[in-house]
């Protein structure tokens, strides 16, 4: 079954410092893989995707992501963390049996707090 | 442009209570969806919507029903609400292709006592 890991429920990093935040999938057949943000009562906004061609993906703010196929991981990274970056990160999977529809599954989301 | 709207932002039933949050979007998107969001549980599929006239079930659907009578409309409906269903729920919307992205609502905070 189709299913996405968030194993950190917090990440702490300073400002300056690197990010990574963790994401892991389980597919069959060619994963569809994104990642959203959600900042302070907000609804979800889009970051980047990987749906093929290129393992390294760049996105909105100054994140990026690596789809790598043998660990079956899609890290969200970036190389100077920002203050204004702390918010709620989910990674999200096509659904099993979605066919041509936009059904996701959502991971449980790890939450950025960027220290001054 | 307003993209996804959600109304009311925030609501208080009482158990057995029924009460349609709203949900518009006017991006002409076929794909409409709700989620709920919990602690700890991330983002979990209601109902989804791929066109007027045609919705579906998602993850957590019982306890809810939908409709869509426009492409610009998705309501949501709790008929009997329960202390169950406190949760904050999003609306999203997209063009119809499972590689095209979402947009979402800024939620709806919904209080069952």
């Known amino acids: 079954a189709q299913s996405v890991a968030q194993p950190e429920d917090q990440v702490n990093v300073a400002e300056g410092n690197p990010l990574t935040v963790k994401c892991t999938y389980s597919v069959s057949g060619n994963p569809y893989l994104f990642w959203y943000v959600q900042y302070p009562n907000r609804g979800l906004q889009f970051l980047l995707k990987?749906?093929?061609?290129?393992?390294l993906v760049k996105g909105s703010y100054g994140f990026e992501a690596e789809f790598n196929k043998s660990q079956t991981s899609f890290h969200l990274k970036k190389p100077s963390a920002l203050v204004s970056d702390s918010a709620l990160y989910f990674c999200a999977v096509r659904a099993p049996q979605a066919g041509a529809t936009n059904k996701l599954i959502f991971g449980t989301g790890t939450l950025l707090a960027v220290q001054p | 442009n307003a993209g996804v709207t959600q109304t009311p932002k925030f609501q208080v039933l009482k158990t057995g209570q029924s009460m349609t949050l709203q949900c518009a979007q006017d991006m002409n998107h076929e794909y409409m969806s709700w989620y709920r969001q919990d602690p700890g549980m991330g983002l979990r599929l209601i109902h989804y919507s791929v066109g007027a006239g045609i919705t579906d079930q998602g993850e957590v659907p019982n306890g809810y029903n939908v409709s869509r009578s426009t492409t610009e409309d998705f309501p949501l409906r709790l008929l009997s609400a329960a202390p169950s269903q406190t949760s904050v729920y999003f609306c999203a919307s997209a063009n119809q292709g499972a590689k095209n992205i979402q947009y979402f609502g800024a939620g709806t905070r919904l209080s069952v006592l």
């Open positions: 990987y749906i093929t061609g290129d393992n």
